[in-house]
């Protein structure tokens, strides 16, 4: 009888240890589901279709194929040509968005410029940054197009002597589309890096200038160090939201003339939604996971050592 | 007991009466299109009121939407199974849809209740199968800027080749921004492949295909028209911008008396109209090669019909079709669209009211509809797999033969 009652007691116990670490749980399951839906499983969904053919809109039913699908994509030349050029894109984005953020955010915390003015010019700065990727590519098709105010204005100072096709040029189209991008973005840096700027302590540039630091040198030595964290944030959050650029250059260029401005992301939409073959931009799909994954990993590292 | 007696009776009558709502519950289709945002408000709801007025039982769920959005819907629709009963169909999108298994054969719906295809002007049949029927058709001709023309000393729109470089030369004037022709080859709307470049094949009776495979190598007619487009692209009368160029910018470029000479859709007549009430422009069929008498193609653009496979009320979904294509519902909806009917004996109004579409009607009588991109696999990409070579031979990178190569290459891989 004692032992039925000892049994009993332990399985109590057991059961209430069980219920109390399961709590944690509880709270988490919400999220946890929400992950699941919107990030494991249309991830997981995407990894099996790269392993299959004739997935989603065939009436085959998909079979196994393994690795076949990574080794056609990476055998395709036009994936590297797609490859280079968002490389190309991405890179000289980030470059340009720091330079022009940081310039732009330095000229608004600049104490020489008056309240008023400020608030002025930061409206200005920041404009780009409000319209959507659809208004944006219109805009500048307008303004760009042979007959279009930029090239009006270049045959009227006689900087050139026909309009300029600069985005149907295969020479011209990709720096085209970079530098759309570039002034579309540039206002995200201003705003993180003017935030930084504020944060940073007074004293540190009067003690500088007591040692006789000039205005380079408390730019290198004070202001850089201490906006690093934002950088570095910035810089590769950018880079990946870059390489996914899809709007701006399916409705300036649709990925031409030619494969001049083709990126990653219409590489894909073409696979998928023009020829059908989904097996094939599930592919191209993870390959551009994976280089995010890779950037990302520096971001995490970053943040943990930065919270460290 | 009593009591008991009563509850049964009610409900056995509650059973029956629900049983009878049920049954009298109409069935409901899902149409989509994008037909319904381009017509006048209200018009084609009209028409669909009046089916549902003959057939009492039916209703009808218009799904309308833009062209590209209907597309991408009808897309995710096959793959899901969940596409509207009856969809308005591209020939392009065609064979696409048959392959996954999403349409379902008019050929059996047209057979259980014996219906006579005679007054169809076309069907698009796949495998021995009608898969599409096209409702209307929107030819494209050559739209002239006669003040243009007139100021250039041209007294006739061009009829051959020659003639119309001849007029793209006399119009061109670059200095004032004025060009003979406009060529849209963007890639992200390859379809300046088919209704500006592939059209001058069709139009001296020439074809890109030979017994259902792509035919571009060593073939005359292609090989011609590609080298009459390419000298008017070296001699400059070609409107800049060409590589990234959409349907709808050429359209401006025309309506905004920047370029002599374009290769539209009749469907806008109305927008061009309206948006430059001053412009005087003719319409005239597409040149031939010098020397050719036959009938020339008209490249042309559908707004097709289809049942999916999916659909539960495929009889009824066939009486939404049939009533579609009755001589006098399509005589209304191309009258309202600034079509072609699709049945052979419908004819719109506007064939006596307007001179442009009774011009265009004549041209359409004379030729024969031609548009060889209808029913071949994933069209869109071929034409976009056209242009790619194309724009380089244009701009100097490619010969013509490596161009056509090139392409035909690119090509046999679908088929």
């Known amino acids: 009888m004692a032992k039925i009652s000892i049994s ?94 940081l310039l732009f955010a330095m000229l608004l915390n600049s104490k020489v410029v008056g309240p008023v003015t400020k608030s002025l010019f930061r409206v200005i700065y920041i404009l780009p940054w409000v319209f959507t990727a659809s208004i944006i590519a219109v805009l500048w098709r307008l303004l760009l197009y042979p007959n279009g105010v930029v090239n009006y204005f270049m045959l009227g100072a006689g900087f050139s002597t026909e309009p300029i096709e600069w985005l149907s040029s295969r020479q011209l189209a990709l720096p085209t589309v970079t530098f759309i991008n570039i002034w579309s973005g540039y206002p995200f840096y201003m705003v993180s890096f003017l935030a930084g700027l504020q944060g940073i302590s007074e004293d540190l ?31 590769m959050l950018d880079f990946i939201w870059t390489t996914h650029q899809f709007t701006l250059i399916w409705m300036t260029t649709g990925g031409g003339p030619v494969r001049a401005t083709e990126m990653l992301s219409t590489f894909t939409y073409k696979l998928a939604f023009t020829s059908y073959e989904f097996s094939l931009a599930s592919t191209t799909a993870m390959l551009i996971l994976a280089l995010s994954l890779f950037v990302g990993v520096f971001y995490v590292r970053n943040q943990r050592s930065a919270n460290e | 007991m009593k009591k008991w007696l009563v509850g049964i009776l009610m409900i056995a009558i509650l059973l029956i009466s629900g049983n009878v709502m049920m049954a009298q519950d109409p069935i409901t289709l899902e149409f989509a299109q994008w ?36 597309k991408d819907q009808i897309v995710a629709g096959a793959a899901t199974g969940t596409m509207s009963d009856v969809v308005g169909l591209d020939g392009a999108w065609v064979s696409d849809f048959v392959k996954q298994g999403a349409l379902a054969s008019l050929t059996d719906l047209m057979g259980a209740v014996s219906y006579d295809a005679s007054e169809l002007a076309a069907q698009i049949q796949l495998n021995g199968a009608t898969y599409m029927i096209p409702v209307v058709n929107f030819i494209y001709p050559v739209f002239v800027n006669l003040d243009l023309l007139a100021a250039a000393g041209i007294e006739n729109p061009p009829a051959t080749r020659s003639e119309f470089v001849d007029a793209a030369t006399k119009l ?135 049942v999916a496979e999916n659909s539960e009320h495929k009889a009824e979904a066939w009486k939404l079709v049939e009533f579609l294509m009755s001589a006098e519902t399509n005589s209304k909806l191309s009258s309202i669209a600034n079509a072609f009917p699709g049945n052979v004996k419908a004819t719109p109004d506007f064939v006596q009211t307007d001179e442009l579409f009774a011009a265009a009607f004549d041209v359409f009588q004379k030729g024969f509809l031609a548009n060889e991109f209808v029913g071949l696999p994933v069209a869109e990409n071929l034409m976009r797999e056209f242009d790619e070579p194309f724009q380089l031979y244009l701009d100097g990178g490619m010969e013509l033969s490596e161009f056509l190569s090139a392409a035909q290459d690119a090509w046999t891989g679908h088929f």
């Open chain 1, 8 to 101: 009993n007691e332990t399985q109590n116990l057991t059961w209430q240890r069980m219920k109390r670490q399961a709590v944690p749980f509880a709270y988490l399951s919400p999220t946890l589901l929400l992950l699941a839906v919107l990030s494991f499983i249309p991830i997981a969904t995407v990894v099996y279709y790269s392993l299959m053919n004739n997935v989603i809109i065939t009436k085959d039913p998909p079979s196994f194929v393994g690795l076949d699908n990574y080794v056609k994509i990476l055998s395709d030349k036009n994936f590297f040509n797609a490859l280079g050029n968002t490389l190309f894109f991405a890179i000289a984005s980030v470059i340009a968005h720091f330079v022009l953020g």
């Open chain 1, 205 to 235: 540039y009067e003690a500088g200038k007591i040692d006789g630091a000039s205005g380079i040198q408390l730019f290198r030595f004070i202001t850089l160090p201490q906006l690093k964290p934002v950088i570095i944030s910035l810089a």
């Open chain 2, 35 to 70: 037909w319904e945002p381009e017509l006048p408000a209200g018009e084609f709801r009209a028409l669909m009121d009046a089916f549902e007025a003959q057939n009492p039982g039916i209703k009808v769920e218009l799904v309308s939407g833009p062209y590209s959005t209907t």
């Open chain 2, 172 to 306: 061109t004037d670059a200095a004032n921004n004025v060009y003979g022709w406009v060529l849209p080859l963007s890639m992200e709307q390859p379809n300046g492949i088919q209704n500006d470049v592939m059209s001058w094949v069709w139009a001296t009776g020439g074809s890109m295909m030979k017994d259902g495979m792509p035919n571009l190598v060593d073939n005359a007619d292609v090989s011609s028209a590609m080298e009459f487009i390419k000298g008017m692209y070296d001699a400059g009368v070609i409107a800049p911008g060409a590589f990234s160029m959409r349907e709808q910018d050429k359209v401006e470029e025309f309506t905004n008396g920047r370029v002599g000479m374009m290769v539209d859709s009749l469907a806008h007549i109305n927008l061009i109209r309206e948006r430059n009430p001053e412009l005087k422009f003719a319409i005239t069929a597409l040149p031939a090669a010098d020397g050719y008498e036959g009938p020339r193609g008209l490249p042309y653009a559908s707004w097709g019909i289809g």
